[in-house]
Structures are given as structure tokens and as C-alpha cells.
């Protein structure tokens, strides 16, 4: 059974930063495309952030390009999203997907499991 569970979240000042991890497990994720969105309050999910799992090849959102930096430790099985200059607009919900695929994929509905959120609040 595949799990993604997202941690890190939590309250931080504008300008400061705070690094969420996504713990996967259930299966090999050696072939998947890996993808981190978001959702704000009354606004539709959006995508952050994908990697792929093989190669490390990268894709970000225009938003928070320059910020935001998506990583994988192939050991632990877990993918990490950096997030650096923190702005109040960053603030929602974030959460991790998976994929079996080699592409990297910027759109929610192509992916297959997902984890539960953690919540990231940036006070201005």
C-alpha cells in the first residue's frame, strides 16, 4: 500500500524559511514522478514543484522559482521541498504526489497517490 505522508509545516515570519519532507513507502518509487502542490484558502490546488525520481530532473512553478528548491534522498525514500524568502501568499496547504512515470508532471489530476497536507503559514 502506498503511503505519502508530508511533514515540516508550520508558522513562519515572512522572509524566513522551512524545509517539508514527503516520506514515501508501499512500493519502489525508483521510476515515479514526484510532485509538491498547494492550496490556499479559497483558491484551487496548484503546482510547486516535481522531480523525478531517476535523474533528478526539476520543474517549478514561475511562483516561487529562485525560492524554492525540490530535492529526493534515494536512501530514505523521501522527497523534500526547501522553501526559502517566505511571503504571506505562500501560505496553504501543501502536499506531496506520486506517479509511476518518467515525465515530469505540473498537473494534479495526472497524478495517482497523494498524502494528507501540512499546513504552512507565513505571517507577515
Known amino acids: 500500500q502506498v503511503q505519502l505522508v508530508e511533514s515540516g509545516g508550520g508558522l513562519v515570519q515572512a522572509g524566513g524559511s522551512l524545509r517539508l519532507s514527503c516520506a514515501a513507502s508501499?512500493?519502489?518509487?525508483?521510476?515515479?514522478?514526484m510532485g509538491w502542490f498547494r492550496r490556499a484558502p479559497g483558491k484551487e490546488r496548484e503546482f510547486v514543484a516535481a522531480?523525478?525520481?531517476?535523474?533528478?530532473?526539476?520543474a517549478y512553478a514561475d511562483s516561487v522559482k529562485g525560492r524554492f528548491t525540490i530535492s529526493r534522498d534515494n536512501a530514505k525514500n523521501t522527497v523534500y521541498l526547501q522553501m526559502n524568502s517566505l511571503k504571506p501568499e505562500d501560505t496553504a496547504v501543501y502536499y506531496c504526489?506520486?506517479?509511476?512515470?518518467?515525465?515530469?508532471?505540473?498537473?494534479?489530476?495526472?497524478?495517482?497517490?497523494w498524502g494528507q497536507g501540512t499546513q504552512v503559514t507565513v505571517s507577515s
Open positions: 522531480i523525478l525520481w531517476s535523474g533528478g530532473s526539476t
Open positions: 508501499g512500493r519502489s518509487f525508483s521510476r515515479d514522478a
Open positions: 504526489a506520486a506517479r509511476p512515470d518518467l515525465r515530469l508532471i505540473t498537473r494534479a489530476y495526472e497524478y495517482d497517490y
